[in-house]
């Protein structure tokens, strides 16, 4: 992540001295030709621009994450309240599903954005293991519970697929690059403190791009949601199957 980080900031200092460097030095660039108000329009429409089309996207993603994060909660407690009314055979079914959504589905989420066959039979193990049940009223409220289990199930591995319209993102490198053709183009010349100046900028910007692009869906990259909940329902059920007055 902090290399990512490093490597996009450095990215985007090296092309805003690079541009400075390669159209800072003309007659025109020295000189100058618009008014200091066209000038300081251009500027302000140009790093509008890139902020807006960032600011949407950070927003966008973070919502998504922020939903899908809720979802897994969402079914954390659906499995909770399937745990307390399941019996004791169906207890250790439901405990394998949460343990195999944590593994190898977490991993299948992050890798390719799908579901993992394996904990699909396992969810579908524990539903056959319940209709086999004598008809009663627990098991008519196991059936219920587990009813809401594949619902939220669903939800979430549908989060796998949120992500912001794709023209989006080349606008944010178009916008990118906006911001640091426009001062040399506009007459910044080639100096150290100038070239600092403007590779501070790209720094800023290669961020803006660098944070985008970490955050494609809410289960990859460094901000991805994490099996937290699931995790805290392993810990509810072994509170629930201890003896009591343990």
Same mark, same amino acid.
């Given at each position: 992540?902090?290399?990512?980080?490093?490597?996009?900031?450095?990215?985007?200092?090296?092309?805003?001295?690079?541009?400075?460097?390669?159209?800072?030095?003309?007659?025109?660039?020295?000189?100058?030709?618009?008014?200091?108000?066209?000038?300081?329009?251009?500027?302000?429409?140009?790093?509008?621009?890139?902020?807006?089309?960032?600011?949407?996207?950070?927003?966008?993603?973070?919502?998504?994450?922020?939903?899908?994060?809720?979802?897994?909660?969402?079914?954390?407690?659906?499995?909770?309240?399937?745990?307390?009314?399941?019996?004791?055979?169906?207890?250790?079914?439901?405990?394998?599903?949460?343990?195999?959504?944590?593994?190898?589905?977490?991993? /299948?989420?992050?890798?390719? @954005?799908?579901?993992?066959?394996? *904990?699909?039979?396992?969810?579908? !193990?524990?539903?056959? +293991? &319940?209709?086999?049940?004598?008809?009663?009223?627990?098991?008519?409220?196991?059936?219920?519970?587990?009813?809401?289990?594949?619902?939220?199930?669903?939800?979430?591995?549908?989060?796998?697929?949120?992500?912001?319209?794709?023209?989006?993102?080349?606008?944010?490198?178009?916008?990118?690059?906006?911001?640091?053709?426009?001062?040399?183009?506009?007459?910044?010349?080639?100096?150290?403190?100038?070239?600092?100046?403007?590779?501070?900028?790209? /720094?800023?910007?290669?961020? @803006?791009?660098?944070?985008?692009? *970490?955050?494609?869906?809410?289960? !990859?990259?460094?901000? +991805? &949601?994490?099996?937290?909940?699931?995790?805290?329902?392993?810990?509810?059920?072994?509170?629930?199957?201890?003896?009591?007055?343990?």
């Amino acid at each position: 992540m902090v290399l990512g980080l490093v490597l996009f900031a450095a990215a985007g200092a090296a092309a805003a001295i690079g541009v400075l460097a390669a159209l800072g030095r003309t007659d025109r660039s020295r000189k100058g030709t618009f008014s200091s108000g066209a000038l300081s329009f251009l500027g302000s429409a140009s790093l509008s621009s890139f902020v807006l089309v960032a600011a949407f996207l950070i927003a966008g993603s973070w919502s998504n994450i922020n939903t899908a994060r809720s979802h897994t909660y969402d079914e954390a407690r659906a499995l909770n309240t399937a745990y307390t009314d399941a019996d004791s055979s169906t207890r250790p079914l439901l405990r394998a599903y949460v343990t195999s959504v944590i593994g190898p589905e977490w991993a /299948a989420m992050q890798r390719d @954005g799908g579901a993992d066959a394996s *904990t699909w039979a396992r969810l579908d !193990a524990v539903r056959a +293991h &319940v209709d086999a049940e004598p008809d009663t009223p627990a098991r008519v409220q196991e059936q219920t519970d587990l009813a809401a289990v594949y619902t939220a199930r669903q939800i979430r591995l549908a989060d796998t697929g949120a992500g912001l319209p794709a023209p989006m993102y080349p606008a944010l490198i178009g916008t990118g690059l906006l911001v640091l053709l426009y001062a040399p183009v506009a007459g910044l010349t080639f100096h150290h403190r100038e070239a600092l100046a403007l590779g501070l900028v790209g /720094a800023v910007v290669g961020f @803006g791009i660098w944070l985008v692009l *970490t955050m494609p869906h809410p289960y !990859a990259g460094p901000l +991805h &949601v994490k099996p937290t909940a699931y995790s805290q329902s392993l810990t509810r059920f072994a509170q629930l199957s201890a003896p009591t007055g343990s």
